[in-house]
């Protein structure tokens, strides 16, 4: 089966840069996605990573690692409305037509 | 470019109610569909999913059911309800890496 590890909350003040990291464990890995959730709203696909490296779009960035089965979110300039959920989740080779979730980073961003 | 509906938004209803839940897709043809379910404060839960009419497949055993009667169209049923059935409904249909697009969700209270 797959397990997920992020951490249940992270704070941190406008304009700064946070990291949200994510390791994992499965059998067979296909890639590693991002999603951001708003108190009351629907989760919203980010990035999403199949190889090593960095992905960047605007001031969300998202890295992989496959050989240390780790991924993180780096979201730069932080802003107010970047206060949500974020979630890691992962497709592997036992569940090709599915993903497994993480249980989530609530992200405080203070003034 | 593609749309997911649920509808309704929010539902209350009491223990021993029936329920029925309908996501629909616009387009995209043949789509891969997911129900997912939240807890309050809580991760992703898949409930079931769908690669085509007809054909479902269940992750969690539980006194939910869902249908596929047509490409577009998924459905999440109970015959009777539960307490523990309360939560955010959502359903999602994939990209290309099975990255998941959601609906704007279903909020039930079972009272």
């Known amino acids: 089966g797959q397990s997920l590890e992020q951490p249940s909350e992270v704070t941190a003040v406008e304009g700064a840069i946070v990291q949200i990291n994510c390791t994992y464990q499965t059998s067979g890995f296909y890639g590693l996605s991002w999603y951001q959730q708003h108190d009351g709203g629907a989760p919203t696909f980010l990035s999403y990573?199949?190889?090593?490296g960095l992905e960047e779009t605007g001031r969300f960035s998202s890295f992989l690692s496959r050989s240390d089965s780790y991924g993180y979110l780096l979201l730069q300039e932080l802003q107010m409305k970047d206060s949500a959920s974020y979630f890691c989740a992962v497709r592997d080779e036992g569940s090709a037509r599915q993903l497994t979730f993480g249980s989530g980073t609530q992200l405080t961003v203070l003034p | 470019s593609q749309t997911i509906h649920q509808w309704p938004a929010t539902l209350v209803q009491p223990v021993g109610s029936p329920l029925s839940l309908e996501c629909t897709v616009e387009g995209t043809s043949n789509p891969n569909l997911y129900w997912y379910r939240q807890a309050a404060g809580r991760g992703l839960q898949l409930l079931f999913y769908s690669v085509g009419i007809g054909q479902i497949s269940s992750e969690v055993p539980q006194n939910l059911s869902a249908s596929r009667p047509q490409d577009r169209q998924f459905i999440l049923s109970s015959k009777k309800l539960l307490l523990s059935d309360s939560g955010f409904y959502l359903c999602?249909?994939?990209?290309?890496?099975?990255?998941?697009?959601f609906g704007p969700g279903t909020r039930l209270t079972v009272t």
């Open positions: 999602a249909w994939t990209g290309e890496f099975y990255e998941q697009y």
């Open positions: 990573n199949a190889l090593d």
